[in-house]
């Protein structure tokens, strides 16, 4: 297929504040051996996205220097070696960059096919988000059905997630939020409890229900230490983000007599290796939780693609509740 030469992006002129990503003209990508062209109609906005035009989360080498982590569209052009996808499939990808942009490209194996049903739009919004989620939570830690599990967050794009699929697997599950109003949200989505930060002591109230045999947290900061509190013995706590601060005094004395595991993992830099096995795991357990209703994307807005400084603004405010989306096609 002849592609255009150029297409419409969103780029970081400079670090600093949602003004700072402007509209531009640049090469469509090209597929490199594995690759394929994603003609996107939607993206996804994340809050690694914002910590990349921050100046905080620079791309991996090689990766577009433009933002944006996942989208869903057509496959427009497939590079050598390629064998999954044919043109004309739709796809929903992981992305390692590019995502605010007419056009994306990604190895093969980071793509996914649109669940049954769903609409590209919706669409857009998993791959970061299940990708993140089901590597930390079930991957390294080790969620199984019948334990505890407490998210912070709950209902960002990353804790609406987890509390779902959390709930598919069969744990109990329970939440964090800033708000009463968002803590009916996480109930309704399947938190057995949820509990507002500002308001309660949500440590003391996880080990009064047992203690929490995962913890998913993206908080960080002082959150450490009341994270290893509410732990229960044998208990994980799982690092995705530091929010207030990757620094934190902490007692590796009870780490041991309560054989405690402190772990995480950032899923930008990892191998296209490793992300094609989490996007097998994906497809495996997670799309069948979409197929029988145990697992929906809850949505927050949508805006233009010359509107991801708004996006931007709303994703960094307390308000949101779910995933916020860029319209790429008219």
């Known amino acids: 297929m002849t592609l255009s030469h150029s297409m419409l992006a969103m780029e970081i002129v400079a670090p600093g504040g949602p003004d700072v990503l402007k509209p531009c003209s640049v090469p469509v990508p090209v597929a490199s051996h594995g690759q394929i062209v994603i003609r996107l109609a939607w993206a996804g906005v994340n809050r690694p996205d914002a910590l990349q035009r921050a100046g905080a989360y620079a791309p991996p080498p090689g990766a577009s220097a433009l933002p944006g982590l996942e989208g869903a569209g057509t496959v427009v052009d497939l590079g050598p070696g390629v064998t999954r996808w044919e043109i004309g499939d739709k796809v929903c990808a992981l992305l390692p960059g590019g995502g605010y942009a007419e056009y994306a490209v990604c190895h093969e194996s980071h793509a996914l096919p649109v669940p049954e049903g769903m609409g590209l739009r919706e669409a857009a919004c998993l791959p970061e988000t299940c990708f993140t989620v089901w590597s930390n939570v079930v991957m390294r830690g080790q969620l199984k059905a019948g334990q505890r599990f407490l998210v912070h967050g709950g209902t960002s794009g990353i804790g609406t997630t987890a509390i779902q699929i959390a709930k598919a697997l069969g744990a109990r599950v329970f939440a964090t939020a800033g708000s009463d109003e968002k803590c009916k949200v996480c109930t309704d989505l399947g938190a057995e409890e949820a509990w507002n930060y500002r308001t309660r002591d949500w440590s003391h109230l996880m080990r009064k229900a047992g203690g929490a045999d995962v913890i998913l947290d993206m908080v960080g900061g002082g959150y450490i230490e009341r994270n290893i509190k509410a732990l229960a013995d044998d208990g994980r706590l799982v690092q995705i983000a530091f929010l207030q601060g990757a620094r934190a005094e902490v007692n590796f004395a009870e780490v041991m007599m309560r054989r405690l595991t ?11 290796l490793m992300k094609a096995r989490i996007a097998r795991e994906v497809e495996t357990h997670v799309w069948p939780m979409i197929a029988r209703g145990a697992f929906k994307v809850v949505m927050d807005s949508e805006y233009r ?11 960094e405010t307390p308000g949101h509740v779910g995933k916020i989306v860029l319209k790429i096609e008219d």
């Not at 993992?265 to 296209?272: E, I, K, Y």
């Not at 693609?305 to 994703?315: E, N, V």
């Open 262 to 272: 402190i772990t995480g993992s950032t899923l930008r830099p990892q191998s296209d």
């Open 305 to 315: 693609l010359d509107q991801a400084p708004t996006a931007h603004w709303r994703i």
